[in-house]
């Protein structure tokens, strides 16, 4: 039997906030955050630093300005901003004077006030009209939105990471003692469990985020030497917990590569020159970012590159395979989740793991894989995964079996070593950003001559995954599907739960039990999308077609060619357009 790893002992003696708090006093001039934007004359980009000494200074500040304007410590503070310096700042200074909660702003203005009122926020951070329009307008449209529900008092900023009335002079000299007596219990909230209509949170403590970021920077080996890339959004746990409270645990610094991340084009584009220029030592995204970058070209010096972790969603050797063909050198995953506090295990910087292999746990966190009754399963045998430690930290409605909680995930462990080996529930992945499909098909449902709904993910070359959609029309309806979807658009909470293609079908496939049959659909899903890509590279050559495993994390397509013998060409396009979706060609 494969034994399940329990949790090392792990008791930090300190929160971050304390640790920072050293680390102002011991190097109070070292950059804790360099604020890139992206070269626009190729001149190189431009990046303003934060140090520890002026890190602390606004951590007191903002939090002495939110107390003043009513947070409350058993409360919450909204945070919608993009990836600012005042975001990074606001992360933490929330957390001494109640409890942060940064929002997706590709959410609909009515999810984000459930989440609001599900925290108890008493105040809300948004920019000024001046600096950001488009948040601004939300910004305001939640205010209003919260007016008889749960008034919100509005805080209007600026991007910089100093409240506005305190000149950045000031700031910098500033490094007193922190009274750490505030920063006890409840520290943020996360969003959770994808883009389901009920509000779902999870709520973290300063211990356990002391926890996970102690044990990430353990894990990758960081040191006040490392300066880590961060693209990745602040309201999701990757971006505010491995890619940046583990660095500032360790005393490093976090280059922020500007406030939208990966979603600009120009970061993308000079993603390699800012590795070299801002001397980066670990980079790394979800997939999808990584493989963007991947595809710049790259001539520059990466000699103070260590090495790269991705996670948030699946990643194929291929992906590992290319970052150390092209960088030299090797990217580790990095598996986690929101409820626990986005590590559960790791490759280790020095001791890296085989390629499609995450590693073992971190430290603090136990692993066990069971079968369907609750039974640990033998070494190297696929079963879902299971994890217990501090840092767990259930959403509402969650539960915990003798102190175990399930993930959903299947996964097997060999050597006490973990690999992913895909998902037991049916969550759709998009960009790291988990979907439930449910909130897709009660949407489509409620469309006039909708009968039957289902939704599953499809393997993208950008976004990991996007969802498509499967609908039964009502028999005697006449159905305007344009309309439907203009509708169905209008009514879906988030951007990333819209359909990127809608299938109408005379019925859904159904298991021997009489539930749809996701796999099936997940499968025609793909087909269709590889028939597609063969008719634009061979025209109208017809061939036999199955797909293998279409729940796996690399789905296999086998093909056969009736005879047929594709030009050399054009079928390296063909496996180039596949692995780009992470498709195995048979």
């Not at 000031?170 to 009920?198: E, I, L």
């Not at 793909?526 to 690399?554: C, D, H, K, T, Y």
């Not at 063909?574 to 195995?584: G, I, P, T, V």
């Amino acid at each position: 039997m494969s034994e399940p790893t329990t949790p090392v002992a792990l008791a930090p003696d300190v929160v971050l906030i304390q640790r920072i708090a050293e680390h102002a006093k011991t190097t109070p001039d070292a950059p804790a955050l360099m604020d890139v934007e992206p070269a626009s004359t190729g001149r190189g980009a431009r990046a303003d630093e934060l140090s520890y000494a002026g890190l602390l200074a606004a951590i007191q500040q903002w939090s002495s300005l939110l107390a003043h304007m009513g947070a409350r410590k058993d409360g919450a503070v909204g945070l919608l901003l993009r990836n600012t310096p005042a975001h990074y700042v606001l992360m933490l200074a929330t957390s001494v004077a109640s409890a942060g909660l940064s929002l997706n702003p590709l959410q609909s203005v009515d999810h984000m006030a459930g989440l609001l009122d599900a925290a108890g926020a008493d105040v809300l951070v948004f920019p000024r009209q001046a600096d950001d329009e488009a948040l601004w307008r939300i910004g305001r449209a939640l205010i209003d939105r919260m007016s008889s529900a749960r008034p919100l008092v509005a805080l209007e900023i600026g991007p910089s990471a100093y409240p506005d009335h305190v000149p950045a002079q000031q700031n910098a000299k500033t490094a007193s003692a922190f009274d750490a007596s505030a920063c006890t219990g409840h520290a943020a909230w996360f969003h959770t469990g994808g883009t389901t209509r009920a509000p779902k949170l999870v709520r973290h403590s300063h211990y356990q985020h002391a926890v996970a970021a102690s044990a990430f920077a353990q894990a990758a080996a960081m040191s006040p030497e490392d300066r880590l890339a961060n693209g990745l959004p602040l309201f999701h746990v990757a971006g505010a917990i491995c890619s940046t409270r583990a660095v500032w645990w360790s005393g490093g610094c976090v280059v922020n590569l500007s406030q939208d991340g990966f979603r600009n084009a120009g970061i993308v584009k000079d993603f390699w020159r800012i590795l070299e220029q801002l001397r980066v030592t670990i980079a790394g995204g979800v997939p999808t970012a990584v493989e963007r970058v991947l595809n710049q070209p790259i001539t520059s010096d990466l000699s103070r590159l260590r090495c790269g972790y991705v996670g948030g969603a699946p990643c194929s050797p291929a992906l590992q395979a290319r970052f150390a063909k092209a960088t030299g050198r090797p990217l580790h995953i990095i598996y986690g989740m929101t409820e626990t506090c986005g590590v559960i295990a790791a490759g280790r910087a020095e001791t890296p793991s085989p390629q499609g292999v995450v590693g073992a746990p971190v430290q603090g966190m136990g692993l066990a894989v069971r079968n369907p009754v609750g039974e640990d399963v033998s070494d190297g045998e696929m079963g879902e995964i299971w994890v217990c430690g501090p840092a767990v930290s259930l959403a509402e409605g969650g539960a915990l079996v003798d102190g175990w909680m399930a993930t959903g995930d299947q996964g097997c462990i060999i050597g006490g070593a973990l690999s992913i080996t895909g998902r037991l529930g049916d969550m759709i992945i998009r960009s790291g950003h988990n979907i439930d499909p449910a909130m897709i098909e009660t949407t489509a449902l409620a469309c006039k001559g909708v009968a039957a709904a289902a939704a599953v993910g499809r393997p993208d070359a950008y976004a990991g995954e996007v969802p498509v959609l499967f609908l039964v029309g009502e028999s005697d309806s006449d159905i305007n599907t344009a309309a439907l979807e203009r509708e169905l658009m209008a009514s879906l909470p988030d951007r990333a739960a819209h359909p990127r293609e809608i299938q109408w079908v005379t019925s859904l496939p159904t298991t021997a039990v009489g539930k749809v049959d996701r796999k099936q659909l997940r499968a025609d899903a793909i087909e269709r999308m590889v028939r597609n890509e063969l008719a634009s590279l061979f025209g109208s050559e017809v061939v036999s077609l199955a797909v293998v495993n279409p729940q796996g994390l690399r789905p296999k397509v086998s093909i056969n060619w009736l005879g047929q013998r594709p030009a050399p060409d054009r079928l390296a396009l063909l496996r180039s357009w596949a692995d780009q979706r992470q498709l195995e060609l048979l």
